[in-house]
């Protein structure tokens, strides 16, 4: 009897995976440099429109399971340093090929004597975007640049309004004085960022080594240079963006009157020197007169 049982179950447990085998589809492939045919390990592989993805092994290859009923299969293959490219395989054995990502290698960036191409860019210099800028919904550009620049440190020690600025630090302190960084923004030096719109901003670039020695002794805490945006020809165009926020304490404590203010006082000069006599602040009369709500000239 068990072994009938025993049979039954195996005879299940095929039945089953017969059944999923007919509902999907496998996909097997391998991920290659489309220049050196090297494989690229660790490439990401993900159906588009789903959450079925997979990953490349050491080798470059994959295996990823397709619904059988998907009328359109379209893969997405990604990897560090490479573009991003769409594949819809004809066949189930698909070879990938990807080249290297050099978009961003062509971006022109703002130096302190000009522009450069970030591939042919040898100094230390930093730079964002107009629409990396104004991701972030701040009011104040400097609230908007914590975290998003290596190499630039920012503190914002209040958030009282209208004294909400970051404190820009590039690399840390290096002098005992001001290390405050010099802002230049559109070639003019000794700019405040805090009160720039965002939106009016076309670049950021943050020099950090040589590439600031064209400003000299100022530049020793680091520079930060503002490229703001240009008018062009065509059509006006009207943007409107609104946001809106408030401060508020969490909790408000319960403060002290006047006589159990001064009474305190008095406490703690006796307790700072408890052999000094008569040492209190206020008398008891006085003290009365605070309960009584009178005033007292001194």
Known sequence: MKKIKLLL???S????????????RTITGTVVDSKTGEPVSGASIKLLSSKIGASADEKGSFKIQIPANR???????SSVGYATIE??????NVVVRLSMGDKQLNDVVVVGYGTAKKATLTGAVASIKSKE?????????TNGLAGRLPGLVAVTSSGEPGEDGTTLRIRGSNTFN???????????????????NPYSIESISVLKDASAAIYGSRAANGVILVTTKRGKTGKPELTFNGNYGYNQPTKIPKMA?????????????????????LNQTYTDAQIQKFKDGISIVY
Request: charged share 15%.
């Open 9 to 11: 179950l195996v005879c």
């Open 13 to 24: 447990l095929v039945l089953l995976n017969i059944a999923v085998s007919a509902q999907t």
């Open 178 to 196: 001001d290390n405050s960084v010099l802002v230049v923004i559109d070639g003019v030096p000794d700019r405040s960022l805090e009160r720039i």
């Open 87 to 92: 594949v819809t395989p004809r066949e189930d």
């Open 71 to 77: 009328s359109k299969v379209v893969l997405s293959i």
């Open 133 to 141: 800028i104004t991701e972030a919904p701040v009011t104040n550009v």
């Open 257 to 277: 009157d006047a006589p159990l203010y001064a009474t305190a006082l008095n406490e703690i000069a006796y307790y700072n020197n408890p052999s000094g006599g």
